[in-house]
């Protein structure tokens, strides 16, 4: 999330109780957590199997837990929890905006777009022409819609990131600051979840097509004319590219990439990157035609197993 204008080190400081380690009067553009860091950009770390990934990241300022070195054009702030940190920073500058009514006076909705009974729009909703938005739809704060868009009943844009800290009393909410983004000519079945990014975008491209009760988590991107059958779940952080199909029940694991073109076929497991242009099938996935093979031989393990009885 880019801060509306930048603010200093010293600042954040101030508020959240940390330490400024640095140039306190350093500019701060945005906050980000790891995964999708820009420069300008504040983020936390607080284990130190990342400390490296986070000092060496594309991140200006990172909020840490131990007291290193700081490296060359960046700035630091300590504090003993640094996760506190970044979701004070995120609630001071994303704060949650109660709604009075059904469709905010901020949203934006394009010339030609219906807006069915029950639909919910949110504060800085941007929704262009000639769109659909069936009943009872909720689109949450700052998501944006291309042109031409479907979105069936009772889906729901922009629901917070399913992103906890584990503490020894219980979990402690990452709270969400992203947006969703859908293209041009995008479809969207009923009863659909898209989760906005924690600090970034969950985007879906122009010309993809979404079969009902489909899950996308927080920070995926999805690429142009992918089409995803009912009930595939995508979980966070996941790249999928262009013209991927994905058929009924396939689940797929976060942080991976599957490739320009690729097809995995129905009830598959995916939980490593696949290259583009194959089918894939099983869990865990794997090459259609491999895994085929494999079916076949397993069927013929009774007969070889009476045959080895009765020799």
């Not at 801060?3 to 350093?26: R, Y």
């Not at 941007?126 to 819609?145: K, M, P, T, W």
Request: hydrophobic share 40%.
């Amino acid at each position: 999330m880019r801060f509306n204008k930048p603010v200093s080190l010293g600042e954040l400081a101030g508020f959240t109780g940390a330490t400024v380690i640095g140039d306190g009067a350093m500019l701060v553009q945005g906050i980000n957590e790891i995964h999708k860091v820009e420069s300008g950009d504040i983020t936390f770390v607080d284990h130190p199997k990342y400390y490296d990934k986070a000092l060496s990241s594309a991140a200006t300022f990172v909020i840490i837990n131990k007291e290193v070195p700081v490296p060359p054009g960046k700035a630091l702030l300590f504090s003993e929890d640094p996760f506190s940190v970044y979701i004070k920073i995120v609630q001071r500058f994303r704060s949650f905006e109660r709604s009075l009514t059904p469709i905010s006076e901020t949203a934006v909705i394009g010339e030609g777009t219906i807006i069915q009974p029950g639909v919910f729009i949110g504060h800085h909703v941007r929704i262009g022409r000639h769109c659909i938005i069936h009943s009872n739809v909720s689109i949450y704060d700052h998501c944006e819609l291309g042109d031409n868009v479907i979105v069936h009943a009772n889906t729901v844009i922009g629901a917070d990131a399913f992103y906890f800290k584990r503490r020894p009393e219980g979990y402690d909410k990452m709270y969400s600051c992203g947006r969703v983004i859908i293209h041009d000519r995008v479809e969207i079945g009923a009863n659909c979840t898209i989760d906005k990014g924690v600090s970034h975008d969950t985007v879906i491209g122009a010309g993809t097509k979404l079969d009902n009760m489909i899950h996308i988590g927080h920070d995926t991107v999805v690429g142009k004319n992918c089409l995803m059958a009912a009930q595939v779940g995508v979980a966070g952080v996941t790249t999928i590219e262009d013209e991927v199909i994905l058929w009924g029940q396939v689940g797929v694991q976060k942080d991976l990439t599957i490739g320009k073109g690729a097809i995995v076929l129905g009830k598959s497991g995916v939980t490593k990157s696949l290259a583009g242009g194959k089918t894939y099938f099983g869990l865990p996935a794997i090459d259609a035609r491999e895994k085929m093979r494999e079916m076949a031989a397993l069927k013929q393990l009774p007969e070889l197993l009476e045959r080895l009885k009765q020799s």
